[in-house]
């Protein structure tokens, strides 16, 4: 079954410095790779996705994420951290033939002024 | 559209007492998952439905709970009887079919059991 992992608890950064949230995965088949935001007493909000082409892929809020296939990673990354980007990532993969999604445990992103 | 939406927003009741949790999917959504996340487990799927008919429930802690999807635009999960441990806060969420689609959540219900 696929599954993600997401090595860090807590991320911590001061505000103007780039972040990097870590995630790897292990699938059977091609990955599907999703990155999710959640705010304090929210749901789960899409950040971005990798499905095939660019292993640098772009999304909300200036957030990207980079797809290594020799390392098993998809990392989330931005140039430049807010103190508005302090929440709760979650890496996930979905299946490509049962179509379930599994998510990481999260990471506490917390940037400081 | 309103999005996936959950309803109560928070219920809290005592031990051994029924609770229903309420969804409405995203009209045209193939697919519901049913997610529990908690401080010590994390976001864990409990079951999914792929129009309407529930694909996987092995992630359904056990017996006390079930889940129904009888139409396309609504699903309950139920807990019967309720525990303190089953507290936690109970997620929604739908997308259309296709691996590559991505889940759209509800806010969430908050539930605690005393």
């Known amino acids: 079954a696929q599954s993600v992992a997401q090595p860090e608890d807590q991320v911590n950064v001061a505000e103007g410095n780039p972040l990097t949230v870590k995630c790897t995965y292990s699938?059977?088949?091609?990955?599907?790779l999703f990155w999710y935001v959640q705010y304090p007493n929210r749901g789960l909000q899409f950040l971005l996705k990798?499905?095939?082409?660019?292993?640098l892929v772009k999304g909300s809020y200036g957030f990207e994420a980079e797809f290594n296939k020799s390392q098993t990673s998809f990392h989330l990354k931005k140039p430049s951290a807010l103190v508005s980007d302090s929440a709760l990532y979650f890496c996930?993969?979905?299946?490509?033939?049962?179509?379930?999604?599994?998510f990481g445990a999260g990471t506490r992103l917390t940037v400081k002024p | 559209d309103a999005g996936v939406i959950q309803s109560p927003r928070h219920e809290v009741t005592e031990m051994g007492q029924e609770v229903t949790l309420r969804c409405k999917p995203i009209s045209g959504h193939d697919y519901l998952f049913w997610y529990r996340q908690t401080m010590m487990r994390g976001l864990e799927l409990l079951i999914y439905?792929?129009?309407?008919?529930?694909?996987?429930d092995s992630g359904m802690p056990e017996d006390r709970f079930s889940a129904k999807m009888p139409n396309a635009s609504f699903s309950t999960l139920k807990i019967q009887p309720s525990e303190p441990r089953d507290s936690a806060v109970y997620f929604c969420a739908s997308s259309l079919v296709g691996p590559n689609e991505k889940l759209f959540f509800g806010s969430g219900t908050q539930l605690s059991v005393l």
């Open positions: 996930a993969v979905r299946d490509y033939n049962n179509n379930d999604m599994r």
């Open positions: 990798y499905i095939t082409g660019d292993n």
């Open positions: 699938v059977s088949g091609n990955p599907y």
């Open positions: 439905f792929n129009n309407n008919v529930p694909i996987d």
